[in-house]
């Protein structure tokens, strides 16, 4: 029988055509799938591609007076070329909302409690913590206050926001993954985004007072002023006041409960704590240069993420135009000033006009102070003010969120602030703080740009409202000054250390500090200046800045040494210094390490011998092949936990969320007295000795670092000082390792010049001198852009990592944007 005949008398297999119905069903369907993925792959990258701005481009721009012209060099740094200041604002904002819109956006959100109506639900607690500041209508009042020439130049730069995002053909990529439109840039949008700095920067909340509060009312005197020191041996101060240590208390003035051998400090314990990171900053004058230059160095420590905070820019107009107040900064027949500038406001933050150059770090000094109330003089309806009981301000805050939901919240404000949450003792507390002020936030700082000398700069930095910055400003004459740029309260009645009740009139804040009365030193006799967040000055100008919570100032130490030690320093010297990450601060704690591990110590765990020739190895850098660092460094941040979990434990049980270290930044100085002179009063009872306190702290360390599994050799400082940069949007799935920077381990650490840490550390590094411009360098993680198809979103990071010099002015143009007056 032929197969076609057995095939017709066979019987049929049930299924088989429904079997291959389904197949052809299915091919089908995957054809479909596979061409509606193409679709929407498709679809998306013409979004992304869409987001991205049109370098060489010619656009008619409402608002503007006359033609301004865009030059991008090879790194997408803009020259921006126009006829007056107002022209130039409305440009910068032209190139901000095309290359930075969604960070200007997260930034103004950030400062006004209004993120959930772009990312939903999830952010309504920030948003709710920072609603109770009111810092919307701050914003809004502090544009009402500015001179018309100023207001007019913050409503030019958002004109030029609105025109920029929309020259884009789609809206930047990260509201396509949110789901969610831009919002236009309104002026007041730049106020919020100088609020948000005032947020990052100071403590709105009044925490370092309530956290000394609380260690003022729950240990003896002695050793509060033991734990709480007003300086250490490390002291560095630009005028030679050294304020030292408190003593060790002694026995019969110390009565501790006993401790268990839990207790530690509740320190977070993965190593990445910040809280000591600060910013970098120092002067030198002509009188030590070779050529007489003056040159200002400065490398701001924040937290890192892409695209960098900060947006690179030169602006050139004019020298007649008339903005300056101070003088004008000569190039010919224009005014020329480069440096950085901050999404969101129309100002050179820090950079150099050719004849000034100006820095900052953060000043650390006191701005805000915690109002508190006896039970007797607050109830839940009125409060005692110097003028009898008055009642509470309350106030309506609508926190709206994406999806078109809706939530009150109930603001309850005082005269001197809002209130916040009961202290330790369950007095009602409100905090007063120079960022409720709008006479506190201003673009006064727009005035450096024409500065003409170190005295000019220091005047306008007094008048700037700002957070409180250490100012560092050199200028072409090889001239350097210091001084704190922002509005500084003029206290009454009280030193601003410790909350209390303002209910009699006896404290207050009168006013502010007049710009002649805040302190400065210009033209020191040594010609150095140098700041890391360290307290600057002592005796009646320290009186007058309070104390915010200074750094310790080993990093300041180690930076003057380096300093007084150079010959007719350079540029490249400079550079030298800042990515110096010689570890010169830990080397009395590994000498007291090594006498730790006696030979007793280290036949009794081998682990602890191993440890002991790794430590003897370590060549005294924080590199990222140096393990005796890391062993080193953890070693004391297991002596200070337990240390000091034992001798504030009294300050836990009461406030279980109580961190004595993330408050105080001053520690060193009890820590390295106990750990030298061995007190025995305050040694936690479960040691029977200090060597056995020094060898629990060891053992401590090492469980720590052999906690992965790994063995200890291989417990590197760079296999935690690992970057770890990344856009807000980089965790996500798919795209996230597209928004990220690499892996790269990197040296540095706290406590030395080069501050570095997984996401924080230098978010740029500036060297210039006045008139010298092109010998700059500058350096700053990511890139120009946002967007992470440009070019510019990374081509500035190598050069960051690897500390290779690049210049400081933009190079030679590449792309132009030709931006035309709307006739």
């Known amino acids: 029988m032929t197969r076609a005949a057995l095939a017709e008398t066979s019987p049929k297999r049930p299924g088989r055509g429904w079997l291959r119905s389904l197949r052809r069903a299915l091919g089908w369907s995957a054809l479909a799938v596979v061409t509606l993925t193409a679709i929407a792959a498709g679809w998306a990258w013409w979004s992304l591609r869409g987001s991205l701005p049109k370098l060489e481009d010619t656009r008619d721009i409402a608002g503007l007076v006359a033609e301004v012209r865009i030059e991008r060099d090879a790194l997408g740094i803009p020259t921006i070329h126009g006829a007056n200041r107002r022209d130039l604002a409305l440009a910068t904002g032209f190139v901000h909302g095309q290359d930075r819109f969604f960070q200007m956006d997260l930034l103004r959100r950030r400062a006004t409690g209004e993120l959930g109506g772009l990312l939903g639900r999830r952010a309504r607690n920030a948003d709710a913590r920072v609603r109770v500041h009111r810092l919307r209508q701050v914003a809004r009042q502090a544009l009402a206050a500015e001179p018309p020439a100023r207001q007019a130049l913050v409503e030019a730069y958002a004109l030029g926001v609105n025109a920029g995002l929309d020259s884009l053909a789609r809206p930047p990529f990260e509201y396509l993954v949110l789901r969610a439109e831009p919002e236009s840039w309104q002026p007041e949008d730049s106020y919020a985004v100088l609020l948000a700095m005032f947020l990052q920067v100071q403590d709105e909340n009044g925490d370092y007072e309530s956290t000394l509060s609380l260690l003022n009312e729950s240990l003896p005197p002695a050793l509060f002023d033991f734990l709480v020191p007003r300086g250490t041996e490390w002291d560095t101060a630009i005028d030679g006041t050294v304020l030292g240590g408190g003593p060790l208390p002694a026995p019969n003035d110390v009565l501790l409960v006993a401790s268990t051998p839990t207790d530690d400090d509740g320190m977070p314990t993965d190593e990445s704590s910040t809280a000591d990171t600060g910013s970098n900053a120092w002067a030198v004058a002509g009188s030590r240069t070779a050529d007489a230059r003056a040159i200002l160095a400065n490398d701001m420590h924040l937290g890192l993420s892409l695209p960098n905070i900060w947006y690179r820019a030169s602006l050139v107009w004019p020298e007649e135009d008339g903005t300056a107040q101070h003088g004008t900064a000569q190039h010919g027949t224009v005014q020329r000033v480069t440096g950085i500038t901050l999404p969101g406001a129309p100002v050179i933050v820090s950079g150099s006009n050719g004849r000034v150059a100006w820095g900052f770090t953060n000043s650390q000094i006191d701005t805000s102070d915690v109002v508190v109330w006896s039970p007797e003089e607050a109830d839940d309806n009125t409060y005692l003010t110097p003028e009898g009981r008055e009642p509470y301000q309350r106030h309506q805050e609508i926190l709206r969120f994406k999806d078109g939901s809706e939530e009150t919240l109930e603001v309850i404000w005082t005269r001197w602030g809002p209130l916040l949450e009961k202290d ?59 001084t704190i740029a922002g509005i500084l309260p003029r206290r009454v009645g009280f030193d601003g250390r410790l909350p209390g009740s303002w209910a009699d009139g006896s404290r207050s804040w009168s006013g502010w500090l007049a710009p002649e009365d805040v302190p400065r030193v210009v033209d020191p006799e040594s010609g150095l200046l140098w700041s890391a967040n360290q307290r600057m000055v002592g005796g009646e100008m320290l009186a007058k800045l309070g104390d915010g919570s200074y750094v310790l100032a080993a990093r300041a130490r180690q930076i003057r040494d380096r300093l007084e030690a150079l010959d007719q320093p350079r540029e490249l010297d400079m550079l030298t210094l800042q990515l110096d990450d010689q570890a010169l601060f830990l080397a009395r704690w590994r000498e007291l390490l090594l006498e730790v591990l006696t030979p007793a110590a280290t036949q009794a765990d081998p682990r602890r011998a191993e440890a002991r020739d790794l430590v003897e190895d370590w060549q005294g850098r924080a590199a990222p092949d140096a393990v005796g660092y890391r062993i080193v460094r953890r070693y004391r941040i297991a002596l200070a936990q337990q240390v000091f979990g034992h001798l504030t434990r009294a300050c836990k049980e009461i406030d279980p969320d109580f961190v004595y270290r993330l408050a105080v930044h001053l520690y060193e100085g009890p820590l390295w007295q106990m750990a030298r002179q061995h007190p025995p009063h305050l040694l936690a009872p479960e040691h029977v000795s200090w060597q056995a306190q020094h060898l629990a702290a060891v053992d401590a360390a090492l469980d720590f670092l052999l906690a992965d599994g790994a063995p200890l050799d291989e417990q590197s400082w760079g296999e935690r000082n690992t970057l770890a940069i990344r856009h807000p949007l980089g965790g996500l799935p798919l795209i996230g390792r597209f928004l990220s920077m690499p892996s790269q381990q990197v040296p540095g650490d706290n406590y030395m010049p080069r501050v570095q840490h997984p996401s924080a550390g230098a978010s740029e590094r500036m060297i210039v001198a006045p008139g010298h411009e092109a010998e700059g360098t500058f350096q700053m993680p990511g890139g120009q852009s946002g967007h992470p198809l440009s070019k510019h979103f990374d081509d500035q990071h190598a050069s960051w990592v690897e500390g290779r010099p690049a210049a400081f002015l933009p190079g030679a143009p590449l792309a132009t944007t030709t931006l035309r007056p709307l006739s």
């Open 424 to 482: 330790h003792r369950g007095r009602r507390k409100a905090v007063r703080w120079v960022g409720h002020e709008p006479a506190a936030v201003n673009f006064h700082l727009l005035e450096l740009e024409s500065a003409s000398n170190v005295d000019q700069a220091v005047d306008i930095a007094n008048r700037s409202g700002m957070p409180a910055q250490n100012l560092l400003t050199v200028d072409a004459d090889g001239r350097i000054a210091w």
